[in-house]
């Protein structure tokens, strides 16, 4: 007897097969995979992987999912043979800079829990003899890294899933989807149709045809990708001996010249992503036929020559070798490299768990299978959501561009401020052109152009002494935004936050929708804005955000990005009782802060805005000159100020009359790099940052947020019992003694020389004269704790301080 949900797959490779065998073996039985191709090789990009496996990844999620995969794999045979060997893995630098890049992923891996070290040449060369000594200044070690076998792992996966009752269908091509009511309802296949409750589509490439079958964007783009096979090569031949081994060496990455290896037997495999990103158009793929595998196309030799000169630079034993096999492999890029998870909020029913590496295709197969049976993954996995992509980020121009950039860039050093470059500009707020006329050095994020700091404020430099920084932390930054922010406490600054989101809720249960989604009391006196936070039903935290409430059932809500509006839009009733508009395109917002923003403000209005009239926390509709506005007394710097909202039409004439009001008060335009630094001397988290579904609310330092007396809210129930008390890691500050040590984040965090926590935000902070850096660390680590923090390979002494580092009775915000 079948149990659970009927539940359909479509792709029977390492990803559906993974999640067949993760949902089975949670009790669910009634399921059935279906593949256009051949089981167990049915020709998509798992039956052409090599399989290398390497864990490093800037997200602890994504190395979360790669860890589990080596665990799970490696402790999986088929019929005796292995699934996965950890023969541990090299990235070799050729360079100083990617030597020291190294350093910063040994970081990475050091913070996520994945022992790892940087090696010199001679442990180099002892671990892999074929390189050239020459060629070579380091590499990272990671010893856990290996080859996976994905077909024999996806064979064995598939077997025991139909062991336990799951059916596959090989030879089988969907044709469709069929939906009723806002549901999914069947998969119509050429073999008749087949009834489902969830559709899980894991169809790799192919994902936006499936997706199109229900009218569900899928941004992903296919690349084909060259691997090649050469040999035999003599000095190989040792290990071809005994050929079940395969790869007896650590695989390899030279990303100075975009190129992977692997050993097969006495053949060396050469994987490059060093040619021009060559796209596939996945509605226009021939259909499998024998000796035809769809994803893998015709071997273009002109895109492979400057790699293979560079692969056997490196290793002069492959001079010579013949190419044996070689083709033009197919798989997926995504916007911003991340896989794609999660369900359809306008089909129900239709699920998706594309883009997905072998590297991480347990970690994500198991990460689906926790979401589907108990209703959320057990992992943070918002960066892999697949609601959080904004408007433009979905079209198909913009998903091209992307992932055309992501392929060249797949093995590049990337710091974690830069910017893509094209397409922009895309998103401008209203004050745009006065930002680039006062030298607005714009970085990108989310497709808005956002000054970081103004070259018009060079001068503030006579004024302020802003000390240097290391090379690393110089990028995308000038001492200008360490002036700015000094000028923000000390006179009045202007803050363009037009990128935040703004959600507005209306409607009749406007007020009970939001109190049941929440955690603070927001049924308060209209005017009230009021700090909240989004749970998830484990009580983890989803987002933070500010609620103004402007009338009786009216409330307007800065909020995080596009996976807060898709929480919200997931639990309003289709009935009505509540309207929730996406108004950040058609609005506006400036940041008035700093001891003289009421002297400027009150020069635009006639209302009275002393601090009796107008409260921190609360909010009014003003007139500033002729103006129609809504102003939030409320401050992410940690000032006196408003956060005034416009409509888009009247902003720029807002900012003139702000600047021109300003003249005497020596009003400045600040960037993103200041508010940065002042946001953190308060103490003021960045959800998805500092906070994210792993964590409860007072292991954020956030549990006065929570009124467990309200009545019912999402989360609630497993707060209960939860308190300081329980804490299982805190959310601390870490001030660092050398003023020129500004770390990034992710770096980990050491108690005698243990890793015990990870740098989330860090920061210069200008006013305090120390570099900021906020981490998560165990209880009972108190104030005055001295740690180190490993950057770059060496060991930055701090001090674990109390919050806030600055103002801690908050006497300027309330001035
Ligand atoms: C040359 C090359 C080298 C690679 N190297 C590595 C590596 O070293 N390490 C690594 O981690 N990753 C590597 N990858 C990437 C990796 O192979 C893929 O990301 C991964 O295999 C994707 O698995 P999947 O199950 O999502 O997709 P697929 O294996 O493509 O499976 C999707 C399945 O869906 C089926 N399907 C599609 N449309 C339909 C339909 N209409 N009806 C029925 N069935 C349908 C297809 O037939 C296919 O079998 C490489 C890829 C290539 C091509």
């Known amino acids: 007897m079948a149990s659970g949900p009927k539940v359909v797959i479509i792709g029977a490779g390492i990803v559906g097969v993974g999640i067949a065998d993760e949902l089975t073996e949670r009790g669910w039985s009634d399921v059935t995979v279906v593949d256009q191709g051949p089981l167990w090789a049915a020709g998509g990009s798992t039956s052409h992987a090599p399989g290398l496996v390497f864990q490093a990844n800037g997200s602890r999620t994504m190395t979360a999912f790669a860890t589990y995969t080596v665990d799970k794999y490696t402790a999986m045979e088929l019929d005796g043979q292995w699934c996965f060997r950890q023969v541990g893995s090299l990235e070799v630098a050729r360079t100083p800079e990617r030597l020291a890049d190294l350093q910063r992923r040994q970081g990475w891996l050091t913070s996520w829990g994945v022992d790892a070290r940087v090696v010199d040449v001679d442990e180099v060369l002892r671990l892999s003899p074929l390189l050239a000594r020459d060629q070579v200044l380091g590499a990272l ?31 089988t091509r969907v044709t469709g989807i069929r939906t009723d009511d806002g549901r999914v309802r069947a998969v119509i296949t050429d073999a008749g149709d087949l009834p489902a409750d969830i559709v899980v589509s894991a169809a790799g490439l192919w994902g936006p045809v499936i997706g199109a079958m229900v009218g569900q964007p899928i941004p992903l783009l296919p690349l084909a990708h060259q691997y090649a096979r050469v040999g035999p090569v003599p000095a190989l031949a040792a290990i071809a001996a005994s050929a079940d081994l395969e790869n007896e060496r650590p695989i390899l990455r030279d990303q100075d010249r975009d190129l992977y290896f692997r050993e097969h037997g006495d053949r060396m495999g050469v994987g490059t992503y060093a040619h021009d990103p060559l796209v596939v158009d996945p509605f226009a793929l021939p259909l499998p036929a024998p000796g035809r595998p769809p994803a893998s196309l015709p071997f273009t030799p002109e895109d492979f020559a400057a790699s293979w000169e560079a692969a056997q630079e490196l290793m002069p034993a492959l001079r010579g070798a013949p190419l044996e096999h070689a083709f033009n492999g197919v798989f997926s890029f995504t916007p911003d490299g991340f896989p794609l998870m999660g369900e359809s909020r306008e089909v129900k029913g239709f699920w998706v768990a594309e883009a997905v590496w072998v590297t991480h295709s347990a970690g994500v197969a198991q990460a689906m299978a926790e979401w589907l049976v108990e209703g959320q993954a057990r992992l943070d996995v918002h960066e892999a959501d697949l609601h959080r992509f904004e408007r433009h ?296 940052t500092d906070m994210t579904t792993d964590d409860d609310p007072w292991e954020a330092g956030l549990g006065w947020v929570v009124k467990m007396d309200k009545g019912d809210f999402v989360g609630r129930g497993a707060l209960e019992g939860r308190s300081d008390a329980t804490v299982r890691r805190r959310l601390m500050p870490l001030v660092i003694e050398d003023v020129e040590s500004v770390v990034m984040g992710k770096e980990p965090v050491r108690i005698d020389g243990q890793p015990v926590g990870t740098v ?56």
């Open 141 to 171: 070690h990671v010893p856990t890294d290996g080859l996976a076998k994905a077909l024999r792992a996806v064979e064995l996966m598939g077997r025991r899933s139909a062991e336990r009752g799951a059916v596959f269908r090989g030879d």
């Open 393 to 688: 980020q979905v079209q198909p121009a913009f998903v091209e561009a992307r992932g055309r950039q992501n392929y060249i860039e797949v093995y590049d050093i990337i710091h974690p401020l830069q910017p893509m470059e094209h397409p922009r500009p895309l998103r401008t707020s209203p004050f745009y052109a006065r930002q680039q006329a006062l030298g607005a050095a714009f970085l990108e994020g989310a497709g808005w152009e956002r000054p970081h700091w103004y070259s018009a404020n060079a001068g503030l430099l006579e004024r302020y002494d802003i000390p240097g920084r290391g090379a690393w932390a110089s990028r995308f930054w000038s001492p200008i935004a360490g002036a700015e922010a000094r000028a923000t406490r000390d006179g009045v600054a202007l803050y363009d936050l037009t990128p935040l989101t703004r959600i507005e809720v209306t409607g009749p249960r406007a007020t009970s929708f939001l109190q049941r989604l929440t955690t603070n009391d927001i049924d308060r006196p209209i005017g009230t804005v009021v700090y909240t936070l989004l749970l998830d039903e484990r009580g983890g935290i989803r987002s933070d955000l500010t609620i103004a409430r402007l009338g009786e059932q009216q409330y307007q809500i800065g909020a995080n990005g596009p996976l807060d509006l898709d929480w919200l839009l997931r639990h309003a009733r289709p009935d009505g009782s509540v309207h929730i508009r996406d108004i950040t395109a058609g609005t506006c917002v400036v940041g008035v802060w700093g001891p003289k923003a009421r002297d400027l403000v009150s020069r635009l209005t006639s209302t009275d805005l002393s601090n009796q009239a107008f409260r921190y926390f609360r909010a009014r509709e003003l007139v500033l000159a002729h103006l129609p506005v809504t102003a939030l007394r409320v401050s992410y710097v940690g000032e006196l100020g408003w956060e005034l909202y416009a409509t888009a039409d009247v902003g720029l004439a807002l900012w003139d009359a702000l600047i021109n009001a300003g003249q005497d008060l020596g009003v400045i335009a600040a960037g993103r790099s200041a508010f940065a630094s002042l946001r953190l001397e308060k103490g003021y988290r960045l959800a998805g």
């Open 760 to 815: 989330t935000s860090a920061a210069m902070g200008y006013t305090i004269g120390k570099p900021i850096a906020y981490a998560w660390v165990p209880p009972p680590t108190g104030v005055g704790q001295r740690v180190t923090i490993d950057c770059f390979g060496d060991r930055v002494s701090a001090t674990v301080c109390a919050e806030p580092l600055f103002d801690a009775r908050g006497e300027r915000l309330r001035g």
